[in-house]
């Protein structure tokens, strides 16, 4: 089976994680995506984040109508910062039979070259890269790449951080979340 890992802090999850996910699925070889909630991203501080089981919560109840959109905690137990190559590592180990890719925003694309063994995640990995809206261009050397593949995905410019300040600001912003997810946050009074 083809697994597409869609990594993230998932602070919450919202629609435009969806639809991306969703559009990778269908219209690519993948056969599901995994959620891969972490714990705490190199690149972001761990202030902010709400607790890993309230966030695996959240994508769990986003995805449970979706049979090919799965969540996973499976970086809930291995060690900290999170490393992507550590991971793919060990779920190659955990599933032998699986065949594991990365989505990649095309902005993180830029950056991938200053990830810990890179190349080693390109020789034995496919990337799915899904356009975002970005500036500058994207590094030369991953231009032809054959294991990086863009995918006319739906451009999708929601962050969670304007959703979780819109909350706190008091402002509706449910048609951003899927509504399980936002009756969770409402319930839990997250964000406020």
Same mark, same amino acid.
């Given at each position: !089976?083809?697994?597409?890992? *869609?990594?993230? $802090?998932?602070?919450? /999850?919202? /629609?435009?994680?969806?639809? @991306? =996910?969703?559009? !990778? ?11 891969v909630? %972490? ?8 202030? $902010? ?13 986003? %995805?449970?109508? *979706?049979?090919?959109?799965k969540?996973?905690? @499976? ?9 992507? /190559? ?14 594991? $890719?990365l @989505?990649?925003?095309e902005?993180n ?14 020789e034995?990995?496919?990337?799915? /890269? ?6 500058g261009?994207?590094? %030369? ?6 294991? @990086? ?6 451009i !999708?410019?929601i962050? $969670?951080?304007?959703?979780?300040? =819109? ?8 048609p ?12 839990m009074?997250?964000?406020?």
């Amino acid at each position: !089976m083809k697994i597409g890992l *869609y990594f993230g $802090s998932f602070n919450p /999850i919202h /629609i435009g994680h969806l639809v @991306i =996910a969703n559009h !990778m699925v269908e219209n690519s070889d993948l056969d599901q995506i995994w959620f891969v909630v %972490t714990p705490h991203n190199p690149f972001k501080k761990k202030s $902010s984040l709400l607790d890993n089981f309230q966030r695996l919560e959240m994508v769990y109840k986003a %995805t449970k109508d *979706y049979d090919k959109l799965k969540p996973s905690d @499976i970086e809930f137990n291995l060690p900290q910062p999170n490393y992507t /190559i550590n991971t793919l590592t060990y779920l190659k180990e955990k599933h032998p039979k699986h065949e594991f $890719s990365l @989505i990649m925003g095309e902005d993180n694309l830029k950056s991938f070259h200053k990830w810990k063994n890179h190349e080693l995640i390109l020789e034995n990995h496919h990337i799915y /890269i899904y356009p975002r809206i970005s500036e500058g261009k994207t590094e %030369t050397q991953f231009d032809k790449h054959p294991k @990086i593949h863009p995918v006319a995905a739906p451009i !999708m410019e929601i962050s $969670s951080t304007y959703i979780r300040k =819109a909350i706190k600001d008091k402002k509706n912003i449910k048609p951003l979340l899927p509504q399980h997810v936002w009756e969770y946050l409402d319930e839990m009074n997250f964000y406020k």
